[in-house]
């Protein structure tokens, strides 16, 4: 079965820092490309940055390029969003999902974790 945890959010004040940490079981990561969402109030989801191990590559959304970076350890089928200054638009609950690389959808999402930034 596969299942995705997220963990890391909270609260930060704008310009600080958060990891999120996006543990992974069932699946590994060289056939999957994985990714992070995030969804505001009222505002429909969008997609903040996707890695595929198997090919190097990654893709980041306009709005955090320069601000986020997104890795995966592979050994321990975890992956990481580094958020570093923080806006308070990027409060939002966060997703991790995962999908097999030739597949167009997000098949596998985590439960969510809440990052609220504060001015």
């Known amino acids: 079965e596969v299942q995705l945890v997220e963990s890391g959010g909270g609260l930060v004040q704008a310009g600080g820092s958060l990891r999120l940490s996006c543990a992974a079981s069932?699946?590994?990561?060289?056939?999957?490309?994985v990714g992070w969402f995030r969804q505001a109030p009222g505002k429909e989801r969008e997609g903040v940055s996707c890695i595929s191990s198997k090919y190097g590559s990654s893709y980041y959304a306009s709005f955090v390029k320069g601000r986020f970076s997104m890795s995966s350890d592979s050994a321990r089928n975890t992956m990481f969003l580094q958020m570093s200054s923080l806006e308070p638009g990027d409060t939002a609950v966060y997703y991790c999902?995962?999908?097999?690389?030739?597949?167009?959808?997000?098949?596998?999402w985590g439960q969510g974790t809440q990052v609220t930034v504060s001015s």
């Open positions: 999902a995962a999908k097999l690389i030739y597949k167009a959808d997000y098949d596998y």
């Open positions: 069932g699946f590994g990561f060289d056939d999957y490309t």
